[in-house]
């Protein structure tokens, strides 16, 4: 029995690390079957005061 793969326990880190600097709308779209480049593409707003 092979054991499945858990993506959103996998870069649960990725989006506390984001959080943690104010990210929102952090969003994830997996490209793992779809591509040989990326696992994962990660789409976030952040707002700045300069």
Excluded: C, H
Excluded at 16 to 34: M, P, V
Aim: glycine residues 4%; without cysteine.
């Amino acid at each position: 029995m092979s054991k499945q793969r858990n993506p959103l326990k996998e870069y649960e880190f990725l989006y506390e690390a984001l959080s943690d600097k104010r990210g929102l709308d952090i969003t994830g779209i997996y490209l793992e079957e779809l591509s040989s480049v990326a696992d994962v593409f990660v789409l976030v707003t952040a707002n700045s005061d300069v």
